[in-house]
């Protein structure tokens, strides 16, 4: 079974980085685009970042651009989201998931979770 | 605040049909058909209901339908069951690897 686990989140000081972790097994992680996507606390979902398969490819939402960096590793079957001059609207759970296969749009298998509050 | 949007909480009783809207623009819901929709219960990790508009990921009951008309996609629950209380978030594909999210509708059954 896909198994999504995420790390690296915890409380963190207004304009502090933040490096979180996604690690995959169960599946051929190289084969996958990745993407993370966040929450804000009892809010609705939000696309925040891809990265294609090799990672040469990388794509960001308006509203992280410029500050957070999505990477991987794909020996270690590993993604990573870089996170700096964090804001309070950067607190939320971000989860990792796969985005489906080539020419296909959408997020199959999820990861739980990792909690991120940006407060003083 | 959120590019897609939908209502904030729907309800019915077990056994009826509930439909659970999604509006987008022309380019996202209404460009591509590439709109899928994910349960998500409290605590818990979005799992995938539809995608592709209107296809069902195996595991998922065929009470589970999607559809779209222009710019508006739409969920719809037949049969509603206890288990269905969620939220339920819409998705498009907005072109050049970007997606957007609606808001999420609450589904109470009652």
């Known amino acids: 079974e896909v198994q999504l686990v995420e790390s690296g989140g915890g409380l963190i000081q207004p304009g502090g980085s933040l490096r979180l972790s996604c690690a995959a097994s169960a599946f051929t992680f190289s084969n996958y685009a990745m993407t993370w996507v966040r929450q804000a606390p009892g809010k609705g979902l939000e696309w925040v970042s891809a990265i294609s398969q090799t990672g040469d490819r990388t794509y960001y939402a308006d509203s992280v651009k410029g500050r957070f960096t999505i990477s991987r590793d794909n020996s270690n079957n590993t993604l990573f989201l870089g996170m700096s001059s964090l804001r309070a609207d950067d607190t939320a759970v971000y989860y990792c998931a796969t985005k489906s296969g080539s020419g296909e749009y959408y997020f199959n298998n999820w990861g739980q979770g990792s909690l991120v509050t940006v407060s003083s | 605040q959120f590019a897609l949007t939908q209502p904030r909480s729907v309800s019915g009783s077990p056994g009826q049909t509930v439909t659970i809207s999604c509006a987008g623009t022309s380019s996202d819901v209404g460009r591509y058909d590439y709109v899928s929709w994910y349960q998500q219960h409290p605590g818990k990790a979005p799992k995938l209901m539809i995608y592709?508009?209107?296809k069902r990921p195996s595991g998922v009951p065929d009470r589970f339908s999607g559809s779209k008309s222009g710019n508006t996609a739409s969920l719809t629950i037949f049969g509603l069951q206890a288990e269905d209380e969620a939220d339920y978030f819409c998705?498009?594909?907005?072109?050049?690897?970007?997606?957007?999210f609606g808001g999420g509708a609450k589904l109470t059954v009652l």
């Open positions: 592709d508009v209107t």
């Open positions: 998705c498009s594909y907005a072109g050049t690897y970007t997606w957007v």
